[in-house]
């Protein structure tokens, strides 16, 4: 049977990629009309057992150090009408429609087809990748083969078309250290020896300036770019767009060792041969903003936005010679940011609002939706950003936000956005509710401040909590099991809330409660929550005396740091066995444990009359935790003279 298609691939040494190669493509492999064809070149890892549970054409031939030679060595296999390359690093990511190119009849006066493939650089951020055009179908009519000893490139024949395939391809993501070395020097020396016979050919400078590019040495890659740059520049028009892949390498070069003025001359020169170069325009803003001057970076993102709008009808979108750097979602998104934080801080802010709606809504451009609402009075707009968010997490930033910016603003303000959600499901439409409802007598918007507490995530710290929480804690008892249900971090960013929004009617009263509460505690969840009760209050205290020097913040309150060392100790003896601690207390990593470890072996050794011993742990805990070095000195010189 003659095949409508082949698929060959050449491998070696390929097991980190080629099941996820195989894998994309299995589903055309299964069709009775394609043969897939392995050309293994010498792999000592899992490689061949790998092809060889997607098909039967598996064949070795071993490495004889000529990439185009080996690739037609694959080709000489291929009986079908059609033959499609890919290699073991690369995916199909749409193969639905490589599906739909097989099952519609081939138009047969095309004999190469062309289609686009990202390169990735970076495995957790499949968003950021440069984009080229490459050719990988071609009618097999006995003659098409690859020439060139490195870079294997196809002779391949007029007309082309161009398909919509995509193809992903990881091979720069070093996944493997080894491999890769591996692979850049294979790659190297062999354009090292081309380049001794013919010093100055340009396509042999660009690739090792691309290869030392890619394995991230780029002085190295620099001064051989430049040289071919030069050399560009010395021909004819033709023939530098001819080599026009040389500005590309040479400009990356330039951007990453900071050459600023260098890249922005040749970007204008740049754009002057191909006004269509979009990475040029990039290149161009990119400079003139890290040298300060943001007008012109303006207007230069504004083109580069345009350009990558219109990039599928632009010539260079079917040039297969320049790989287009720039725009990826990552890049273009970062441009469109740019442009936003322009027209803000010019308080253009219907601009900024063009270019930020055109961007997806996340965590790091959140705020920049609310600040433009709220400053432009455009409330309702907030509970549209509401209504486009999916993500829960990404929700709950969303009203945080919100509330750490209107946290100043007057009560009529937050009123009239509060109100906004007060309709919605969810947790914070409570707070609203509660916030908002004026009418309500204190007993019921307890009731509702207590369900809206006891429905809290425990460690949750937000502002809208804190209001909750200051308002229970003004009208109820306080208790401990109130606070037992957050950790040390979370108790101390409350404490903090009260103290600089709630001072009068909220810190001072938590403040006197504590002073006066029994240390012994029959619950230990209770005991652990004075514990971290007493630490953020005693922490509060010693930074008052530091910003004013008025001791009395220290010495009035003596008494409550004695209650802290009493509670905390009891606490480190039910956490450690502290018996023989005075071996490992230097491993021990959280602050407060290790200062309450030190204060026990400081009172073991009184206790012995081991005074010497004793007053080192007392030294070494004040080191230890030096905010509260200045509390432990008045405490233990009052404790002396007792």
């Not at 138009?107 to 968003?127: A, G, H, M, P």
Request: glycine share 2%; aromatic share 14%.
């Amino acid at each position: 049977m003659k095949y409508k298609l082949s698929i060959c691939m050449m491998v070696k040494n390929e097991e980190l990629h080629l099941k996820r190669c195989l894998d994309s493509i299995k589903e055309v492999v299964k069709r009775d009309d394609v043969e897939l064809i392995i050309v293994d070149t010498g792999s000592i890892d899992d490689t061949r057992a790998i092809a060889e549970q997607y098909t039967n054409k598996v064949y070795f031939k071993e490495w004889f150090h000529d990439f185009s030679g080996m690739r037609n060595v694959t080709l000489s296999y291929a009986t079908g009408e059609w033959i499609f390359i890919i290699d073991a690093d690369e995916t199909v990511e749409n193969i639905e429609v490589f599906n739909d190119f097989l099952d519609n009849k081939i138009n047969e006066s095309i004999k190469t087809y062309f289609v686009r493939e990202k390169n990735y650089v970076n495995i957790k951020n499949l968003d950021a990748y440069s984009m080229i055009i490459t050719p990988r179908f071609f009618y097999n009519d006995g003659s098409f083969k690859y020439e060139g000893t490195v870079h294997n490139q196809p002779i391949y024949k007029q007309p082309v078309a161009y398909l919509d395939i995509i193809l992903g391809h990881y091979g720069y993501i070093v996944l493997d250290k080894k491999i890769m070395d591996e692979k850049f020097n294979r790659t190297t020396q062999l354009l090292i020896k081309e380049l001794k016979k013919k010093p100055d050919d340009m396509y042999y400078l660009f690739q090792l300036a691309t290869s030392y590019n890619m394995h991230g040495d780029t002085e190295d890659s620099y001064e051989i770019s430049k040289k071919a740059y030069e050399l560009i520049m010395k021909c004819t028009k033709k023939q530098q767009i001819e080599g026009f892949a040389i500005f590309s390498v040479h400009l990356s070069n330039c951007l990453v060792l900071k050459k600023y003025n260098e890249v922005l001359d040749v970007s204008e020169k740049s754009i002057k041969l191909r006004e269509d170069y979009i990475d040029g325009y990039f290149y161009l803003l990119f400079s003139y903003e890290k040298l300060g001057n943001l007008d012109i970076a303006k207007k230069y993102a504004e083109i580069f936005i345009d350009l990558v709008k219109r990039f599928d009808t632009l010539p260079i979108s079917k040039d297969d010679s320049i790989a287009i750097y720039r725009t990826d979602r990552a890049t273009v998104n970062k441009i469109k940011f740019f442009l936003v934080k322009y027209y803000i801080n010019r308080n253009e802010h219907r601009n900024a609002l063009k270019y930020l709606n055109e961007n997806k809504i996340d965590s790091k451009n959140i705020n920049v939706f609310i600040d433009i609402y709220i400053e432009t009075n455009q409330y309702n707009k907030l509970k549209d950003l509401y209504y486009k968010i999916e993500d829960l997490d990404l929700k709950l930033i969303l009203f945080e936000k919100i509330e750490e910016k209107i946290d100043n603003y007057k009560p009529n303000k937050k009123k009239q956005i509060r109100s906004l959600f007060t309709d919605i499901n969810e947790d914070y439409s409570q707070f609203c509710r509660f916030s908002v409802d004026i009418n309500i007598n204190t007993e019921d918007k307890l009731i509702i401040a207590n369900k809206i507490f006891a429905n809290m995530k425990k460690n949750t710290t937000n502002l809208y909590y804190a209001e909750v929480m200051s308002f229970i804690c003004e009208n109820m008892t306080l208790n401990l099991s109130f606070f037992n249900k957050f950790n040390r971090s979370t108790t101390f960013y409350y404490l903090n809330y009260f103290y600089n929004n709630k001072y009068s009617e909220v810190y001072l009263k938590v403040f006197d409660w504590i002073k006066n509460i029994d240390a012994n505690q029959p619950s230990f969840k209770n005991e652990v929550a004075l514990k971290n009760l007493l630490e953020g209050i005693i922490l509060r205290m010693a930074s008052e005396y530091k910003n004013t020097g008025i001791e009395t913040a220290i010495s009035s309150n003596v008494f409550v740091f004695d209650k802290y060392i009493q509670v905390g100790l009891s606490v480190i003896n039910k956490l450690y066995i502290t018996k023989g601690m005075s071996l490992k207390y230097e491993y021990i990593a959280d602050v407060e444990s290790k200062f309450l470890i030190l204060m026990n072996l400081y009172y073991e050794n009184l206790n012995n009359a081991n005074t010497t011993a004793a007053l080192k742990y007392y030294k070494l805990a004040a080191e230890a935790y030096p905010e509260l070095a200045d509390f432990l000195a008045t405490f233990l010189k009052k404790e002396f003279i007792n």
